[in-house]
């Protein structure tokens, strides 16, 4: 299984982290906050497979690191994968809104012009302007929302856009988390942490903390544990075929 949003870089350990991972076969899309911290994240999935890398610049830092996007777009030729990436309408980030709307707009923009990018995407109290804005860029197939957390209206666009979802134990420990992964379509749901900010029972989650979605999950499909990780795992496979020509090609 796949944590598809993780900050590895930023746990106290990340060699440590990422060894662990490895060790119970626990693959991870390991995010990145600023364009700056990229060579030194894809340098802990050297040597271990199951690690993917990818390229972002965080909504909350859109404001102090937009210069960094030249840096953004040398590296996003390394990389099928993007995030973490999106809008973040809480009151303490409206202050940078214009920032923020021209670092996502450059990023789809980049990700629209070239091989298929798999993207995961922040719509902390912006969805509605985080759909406005995919729906400029229809040629990204594969965008996903992580932890998403808007109206059920919302969430019925994302799906009608051909969103991906990735959610984890700390967005389904609470009753309106639920409510949308159970109206999430069974394939399109992908696991995440958000570790370490991500809590539990306040725990620091690590990667290999998504098996606790499972339980979860399950109940709200109706199906067995069992039954819920084979779906996920289906769901996975399915994501990473469409970039898997991406993939097979030696980077630089
Ligand atoms: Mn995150």
Redesign the pocket.
């Known amino acids: 299984m796949i944590d598809f949003?993780c900050?590895l870089d930023l746990y106290q350990s990340p060699p440590a982290v990422a060894e662990e991972s490895q060790r119970r076969g626990i693959g991870l899309l390991s995010?990145t906050t600023t364009p700056s911290a990229w060579s030194g994240t894809a340098r802990l999935a050297e040597g271990r497979s199951a690690i993917r890398t990818a390229i972002g610049l965080h909504p909350q830092l859109a404001g102090q690191r937009k210069h960094e996007l030249a840096l953004f777009d040398r590296y996003l030729a390394n990389t099928p994968f993007v995030g973490?990436v999106g809008l973040d309408g809480s009151p303490e980030c409206r202050a940078f809104w214009e920032d923020q709307l021209e670092v996502f707009d450059h990023v789809l923009q980049a990700c629209s012009a070239g091989d298929e990018k798999v993207i995961s995407i922040?719509s902390r109290r912006a969805a509605k302007d985080v759909l406005d804005q995919l729906d400029r860029y229809d040629r990204i197939k594969t965008p996903i929302l992580?932890w998403f957390s808007g109206s059920r209206s919302q969430l019925e666009r994302a799906i009608g856009r051909g969103c991906w979802f990735s959610v984890g134990p700390a967005m389904l420990a609470g009753a309106k988390g639920r409510e949308l992964v159970a109206a999430m379509p069974n394939g399109k749901v992908l696991l995440e942490t958000?570790g370490p900010?991500a809590q539990v029972r306040r725990q620091g989650l690590n990667p290999w903390d998504i098996t606790a979605a499972l339980r979860p999950i399950a109940a709200l499909w109706g199906v067995t544990e069992r039954e819920a990780q084979r779906r996920i795992e289906a769901n996975e496979r399915a994501l990473l075929a469409s970039v898997a020509a991406a993939l097979g090609r030696p980077t630089t």
């Open positions: 949003h900050h995010v973490e922040h992580h958000d900010f």
